[in-house]
């Protein structure tokens, strides 16, 4: 069975950081590229990064770029979300995604003071 279980998320202050974490099971994890999409209250979803399955090929939405980083573990099925600068419209459900085909639960960021 396939899974992808994100954790990390919870209630920061503007400018603050967050580092969100997700454990892949069921799937061959070094085969897949890797994505972090976020659905933030009301609106749909919004892709925010992506790795390939060597880590060479990393990409950003551009609201993001220079604030969060995008990284993974391919000996621990570990895929990461350094998330620093936060600002209140990065409040969101973020989910990890394997090649968008395979979606975790999601776990919430909340910025606000």
């Known amino acids: 069975e396939v899974q992808l279980v994100e954790s990390g998320g919870g209630l920061v202050q503007p400018g603050g950081s967050l580092r969100l974490s997700c454990v892949a099971s069921?799937?061959?994890?070094?085969?897949?590229?890797m994505n972090w999409v976020r659905q933030a209250p009301g609106k749909g979803l919004e892709w925010i990064a992506s790795?390939?399955?060597?880590?060479?090929?990393?990409t950003y939405r551009d609201s993001v770029k220079g604030r969060f980083t995008i990284s993974r573990n391919n000996a621990d099925n570990t895929l990461s979300l350094q998330m620093d600068s936060l600002r209140p419209d990065d409040t969101a459900v973020y989910y990890c995604?394997?090649?968008?085909?395979?979606w975790g639960k999601g776990t919430l960021v909340t910025v606000s003071s």
């Open positions: 995604t394997a090649g968008l085909s395979y």
């Open positions: 790795i390939n399955n060597g880590s060479v090929i990393i």
């Open positions: 069921g799937f061959t994890f070094n085969h897949w590229p």
